[in-house]
């Protein structure tokens, strides 16, 4: 019976739960219209429990699913909820990330019952959130020149569409609208899916269920909590620059590990800056959730049980507890990678044999388009770039992949030059870009486009002074490059090119973990 699941009915408890977020990704992959989220699959899925608590997500995006988990009480608390009704949001201080990441919230309720039993939500990003920089991931300087903020607006109300809310001013693209109904599409399957499993349960043992798998992801943590070494330890790197003037920006750790809990403090991090590189909290905690359920063992669960013990401080005003109107277009991508960077750098002191050298440490962010004024129609193009991995205790690094905070696909060349004017000149790794060592560092890649007309350009990238570093011995790896014509470009830009005109971006390669042998 439910009410009492050995381990093997846990499993396939939490795998038809977690099947249900798959489901949701495959609709929404299916049925959108943009090549970021049906291409790049630059989306992730999830259930919640009635009171926000993550009850299982998919394999997505780490910094999508941990910033949902640490924010959904707060975006779905004291409203009237009925069934049939859609939630949307993207305001990075009422519990988003940034403004292209729109999520789409809907509550599960039982056929003829006003018992709401929980949620299911999706995140997507948009390359098109009706910024005046097309790519909609300008260097910026405060949320507002970022694109449309949309604070929690009901979509639907008990299954009627809201006119007022698809009137928001941004909201007349075909693309853009077409992917909004996609991401409802998604959650309506995840609904009836969900509603389906709990009438074969019941709803008290789906609850109980959801109980014991919590029970059991946090007893998981607590026995990783056990083989960490008790102590403090700190990590301190830096941000290159944000793009208006202030360079090596500093992100620092302090983590205390006692028998109970993991307390993060990321207090001592520079204040908030002037460009976009600012963090809502919970990007913070979902770079920190992302750390430490890495360590877990590959079976467990997903879900707010794995991350009862890990505690987070931050300090307000602070780059990872940024005020409003703060830019932070680039704090969901580059600062929550590098956060990665600084929380495992503290781990490699507490368990030296079990973390690996630094990835590429930034998603090398390439967004661009164009708008005629006079129509008002525009193209719109968003893709994180791939890049090396850092090598561990006991492998090398892969090349060319996307690491740790992201977790999309490249936008294949055909999707790119079919639906945009540009060509791809190179696609290739780069060689030798990762660091030497025992384990080697995995390459990066060398990615060249050519514009076929005039485009408006952003580049939101990291590591392109401060190297990935290596562990234990083992070498840093290569600073990426941006080149324009051959001319180095800085890290953060928007520019305006031509046609003829030629973008190379080189990305990092991943550290190296230990010292070399000699050669044979």
């Given at each position: 019976?439910?009410f009492?699941?050995?381990?093997?009915?846990?499993?396939?408890?939490?795998?038809?739960?977690?099947?249900?977020?798959?489901?949701?990704g495959?609709?929404?992959?299916?049925?959108?219209?943009?090549?970021?989220?049906?291409?790049?699959?630059?989306?992730s899925?999830?259930?919640?429990?009635a009171?926000?608590?993550l009850?299982?997500?998919?394999?997505?995006?780490?910094?999508?699913?941990?910033?949902?988990?640490?924010?959904?009480?707060?975006?779905?608390?004291?409203?009237?909820?009925?069934?049939?009704?859609?939630?949307?949001?993207?305001?990075?201080?009422?519990?988003?990330?940034?403004?292209?990441?729109?999520?789409?919230?809907?509550?599960?309720?039982?056929?003829?019952?006003?018992?709401?039993?929980?949620?299911?939500?999706?995140?997507?990003?948009?390359?098109?959130?009706?910024?005046?920089?097309?790519?909609?991931?300008?260097?910026?300087?405060?949320?507002?020149?970022?694109?449309?903020?949309?604070?929690?607006?009901?979509?639907?109300?008990?299954?009627?569409?809201?006119?007022?809310?698809?009137?928001?001013?941004?909201?007349k693209?075909?693309?853009?609208?077409g992917?909004?109904?996609?991401?409802?599409?998604?959650?309506?399957?995840?609904?009836r899916?969900?509603?389906?499993?709990?009438?074969?349960?019941?709803?008290?043992?789906?609850?109980?269920?959801?109980?014991?798998?919590?029970?059991?992801?946090?007893?998981?943590?607590?026995?990783?909590?056990?083989?960490?070494?008790?102590?403090?330890?700190?990590?301190?790197d830096?941000?290159?620059?944000?793009?208006?003037?202030?360079?090596?920006?500093?992100?620092?750790?302090?983590?205390?590990?006692?028998?109970?809990c993991?307390?993060?403090?990321?207090?001592?991090?520079?204040?908030?800056?002037?460009?976009?590189?600012?963090?809502?909290?919970?990007?913070?905690?979902?770079?920190?959730?992302?750390?430490?359920?890495?360590?877990?063992?590959?079976?467990?669960?997903?879900?707010e049980?794995?991350?009862?013990?890990?505690?987070?401080?931050?300090?307000?005003?602070?780059?990872?507890?940024?005020?409003?109107?703060?830019?932070?277009?680039?704090?969901?991508?580059?600062?929550?990678?590098r956060?990665?960077?600084?929380?495992?750098?503290?781990l490699?002191?507490?368990?030296p044999e079990?973390?690996?050298?630094a990835?590429?440490?930034?998603?090398?962010?390439?967004?661009?388009?164009?708008?005629?004024?006079?129509?008002?129609?525009?193209?719109?193009?968003?893709?994180?770039?791939?890049?090396?991995?850092?090598?561990?205790?006991?492998?090398?690094?892969?090349?060319?992949?996307?690491?740790?905070?992201?977790?999309?696909?490249?936008?294949?060349?055909?999707?790119?030059?079919?639906?945009?004017?540009?060509?791809?000149?190179?696609?290739?790794?780069?060689?030798?870009?990762?660091?030497?060592?025992?384990?080697?560092?995995g390459?990066?890649?060398?990615?060249?486009?050519e514009?076929?007309?005039?485009?408006?350009?952003?580049?939101?990238?990291?590591?392109?002074?401060?190297?990935?570093?290596g562990?234990r011995?083992?070498?840093?790896?290569?600073?990426?490059?941006?080149?324009?014509?051959?001319?180095?470009?800085?890290?953060?830009?928007?520019?305006?090119?031509?046609?003829?005109?030629?973008l190379?971006?080189?990305?990092?390669?991943?550290?190296?973990?230990?010292?070399?042998?000699?050669?044979?």
């Amino acid at each position: 019976m439910w009410f009492e699941l050995n381990s093997v009915e846990l499993k396939l408890f939490s795998s038809r739960v977690a099947a249900i977020c798959d489901e949701m990704g495959q609709v929404l992959r299916r049925t959108a219209f943009s090549p970021n989220i049906k291409d790049r699959l630059d989306f992730s899925c999830a259930i919640f429990g009635a009171q926000g608590e993550l009850y299982a997500h998919a394999a997505h995006i780490p910094v999508h699913l941990g910033s949902m988990a640490f924010a959904m009480g707060g975006i779905i608390g004291n409203r009237p909820w009925q069934a049939g009704d859609v939630l949307m949001v993207n305001d990075p201080f009422l519990g988003g990330t940034h403004l292209p990441d729109v999520t789409v919230i809907s509550p599960v309720f039982l056929s003829n019952s006003e018992s709401l039993l929980g949620f299911v939500a999706n995140r997507a990003h948009h390359a098109n959130i009706g910024c005046d920089t097309p790519g909609s991931m300008p260097v910026s300087t405060c949320l507002e020149e970022e694109g449309l903020i949309i604070s929690p607006t009901f979509l639907f109300k008990k299954g009627k569409l809201q006119q007022n809310s698809i009137a928001l001013p941004g909201l007349k693209n075909g693309v853009l609208i077409g992917d909004f109904a996609a991401q409802v599409g998604a959650n309506q399957v995840g609904v009836r899916r969900l509603q389906n499993l709990i009438e074969q349960t019941g709803s008290s043992a789906y609850l109980i269920g959801m109980q014991e798998l919590n029970d059991y992801a946090d007893r998981l943590t607590a026995n990783l909590i056990t083989s960490i070494e008790p102590g403090e330890f700190s990590f301190k790197d830096m941000l290159d620059d944000d793009g208006c003037g202030n360079k090596e920006i500093g992100l620092a750790v302090s983590m205390r590990i006692t028998p109970a809990c993991i307390e993060l403090d990321f207090s001592k991090s520079a204040d908030q800056v002037e460009g976009n590189l600012n963090c809502p909290e919970p990007v913070v905690a979902a770079a920190a959730y992302f750390c430490f359920r890495c360590l877990m063992p590959a079976e467990a669960p997903s879900c707010e049980g794995l991350f009862r013990r890990i505690k987070i401080i931050t300090r307000v005003g602070s780059l990872i507890n940024a005020r409003r109107p703060a830019a932070v277009a680039a704090g969901n991508v580059e600062t929550s990678t590098r956060l990665v960077d600084v929380v495992f750098g503290a781990l490699a002191q507490a368990m030296p044999e079990k973390i690996a050298a630094a990835s590429q440490g930034t998603m090398n962010n390439v967004a661009m388009g164009a708008i005629d004024e006079s129509s008002g129609i525009r193209w719109d193009y968003y893709e994180t770039l791939a890049g090396g991995m850092g090598g561990g205790p006991n492998f090398s690094g892969l090349d060319a992949v996307h690491t740790h905070m992201t977790n999309t696909l490249n936008t294949p060349i055909e999707s790119l030059e079919m639906h945009y004017p540009l060509r791809v000149h190179q696609y290739r790794i780069r060689p030798n870009s990762g660091g030497g060592g025992a384990q080697k560092g995995g390459n990066g890649i060398v990615r060249e486009y050519e514009f076929l007309e005039s485009t408006q350009l952003s580049l939101l990238s990291e590591r392109r002074l401060n190297n990935p570093w290596g562990l234990r011995g083992g070498s840093a790896g290569a600073c990426g490059n941006n080149l324009l014509n051959d001319k180095l470009l800085p890290s953060k830009c928007n520019l305006h090119v031509v046609a003829g005109d030629r973008l190379i971006i080189e990305t990092p390669g991943g550290g190296g973990w230990g010292a070399a042998g000699p050669e044979t």
